[in-house]
């Protein structure tokens, strides 16, 4: 064997040892560059709460149990001899009675009286009756009451069939029911409902974008029904960037199966298609809010702000600096020229957590309210909304995992900083109570 012929093999494998190499050092690279915490996911600010998860806002609260039952019951029966067992004004004793079952915990018989005084409604009323929505919020909150969250699930696609599908004739009842439902849909991925994750994920992404697409050549959709679809997408979009991993190759790294000849795993059609539009995650999420940009102005100065507000709250948490920065100094202008000096105190005067929106906010246990382990931090933010020097103190709650598991996710927490005189500011000793979410 000649020297060239043993020194090729020689070289090549030099080559591939340094191409590993370099492989394995953007790969630490890549690893280092920790994404933002999901803010809301672990842990919240101890007096915030948003609407994305528990009962919706349209729920009008529970009832309290009847004092005496007897008297309903005998007033079904009598209306029932009278008028027959689809009588209408049978509806308001059954609601009141599965109320009662719901609040003392029967929640079998009162799911039962739900469902009678709906066929009553709908049989007396249409299928697509305003009159039956206490009804079916009663049942669909009876069923996340007792964590029954596949049922749930099922009654809520069988809920937004029955008020459109996301369709036109866009009414305002339809409009509601599909936000309402893409918020459902939002709760169930953080739920981890069902197992195909990803298809849920790409479902009300799609979905989302043709509501979207729909209402936009319709004019007679108010500003606050678009804008209310943009951010249900814009919600949609930070869940699919903090829980879709997306392949090495989209970090510019190249796997070693490129090199040994192997091919790299396909995955399946949905997480493919997820991956693709990953890629363009952060204009794709940007583009309803720009849209409506120019409509949110002539709804006035603080609609206009408070889009504007959110589109760079979106841009700054995905890393790009330099257009959030572009599109924070915007709202400082739009509220200095309007001479909203407390708007702009309230919304930039000191550092916010981010996404400040509750797109992860799933806290535990049947009532959000709960406060848990509650901590209190100490720390510095500086003006690219990155905390440092955290101090923590755990205030009550029992003993746990809580206080490491704060301390790393509030690190990595990506901050709006505080902004005084068109400028971005560092904050020093910012002082906040946290509930964490075990």
């Not at 849909?185 to 994750?197: I, Y």
Request: no cysteine; net charge negative.
């Amino acid at each position: 064997m000649d020297n060239e012929s043993i020194i090729w093999p020689v070289r090549h494998m030099k080559a591939i040892r340094g191409t590993a190499m370099a492989i394995l050092v953007l790969w630490m690279n890549a690893a280092s560059a920790v994404t933002p915490t999901p803010y809301g996911e672990n842990f919240a600010k101890y007096d915030s709460h948003w609407s994305d998860a528990g009962p919706v806002p349209l729920e009008t609260g529970l009832m309290p149990p009847l004092q005496d039952l007897a008297p309903y019951q005998l007033q079904v029966e009598t209306l029932e001899q009278e008028n027959g067992p689809y009588a209408s004004i049978l509806a308001e004793p059954l609601i009141a009675m599965a109320h009662h079952y719901r609040h003392t915990g029967d929640p079998e018989q009162a799911v039962r009286l739900y469902q009678r005084a709906l066929h009553v409604v709908r049989v007396n009323d249409g299928l697509y009756s305003e009159r039956q929505i206490p009804f079916l919020r009663g049942l669909l909150d009876t069923y996340r009451e007792t964590a029954q969250w596949e049922i749930l699930d099922q009654r809520y696609d069988y809920f937004f069939r029955l008020y459109g599908g996301g369709r036109p004739p866009f009414t305002e009842l339809r409009l509601r029911a599909a936000l309402e439902y893409l918020r459902w849909q939002r709760e169930a991925f953080r739920l981890k409902v069902g197992d195909a994750e990803s298809d849920r994920l790409l479902d009300m992404i799609d979905l989302n974008a043709e509501v979207i697409d729909a209402v936009s050549v319709d004019l007679s959709v108010s500003y606050s029904f678009r804008r209310d679809l943009a951010l249900s997408q814009l919600r949609n979009f930070y869940l699919l960037q903090d829980g879709f991993a997306p392949k090495i190759e989209d970090k510019g790294l190249l796997t070693t199966s490129k090199y040994i000849g192997t091919m790299p795993a396909e995955g399946s059609i949905s997480e493919n298609r997820l991956d693709a539009i990953q890629r363009a995650a952060v204009p794709r999420a940007s583009e309803p809010l720009e849209a409506l940009l120019s409509t949110a102005r002539s709804e006035g100065v603080k609609q206009h702000a408070a889009l504007q507000l959110e589109l760079a709250d979106w841009l700054h948490w995905n890393g790009s600096r330099q257009k959030a920065q572009a599109a924070y100094q915007v709202v400082v202008e739009i509220l200095r020229s309007a001479g909203e000096q407390a708007l702009l105190e309230q919304w930039l005067g000191q550092p916010v957590e981010l996404p400040d929106n509750g797109s992860f906010y799933q806290p535990p246990g049947k009532d959000p309210n709960q406060p848990g382990v509650v901590l209190e931090a100490r720390y510095d933010v500086s003006v690219r909304g990155k905390p440092s020097n955290i101090q923590v103190r755990q205030v009550s709650g029992s003993e746990s995992r809580s206080l490491y598991r704060f301390k790393r996710d509030l690190d990595r927490t990506r901050f709006r900083p505080r902004w005084a005189g068109g400028q971005a500011e560092a904050s020093k000793q910012v002082e906040r109570s946290y509930r964490v979410f075990d």
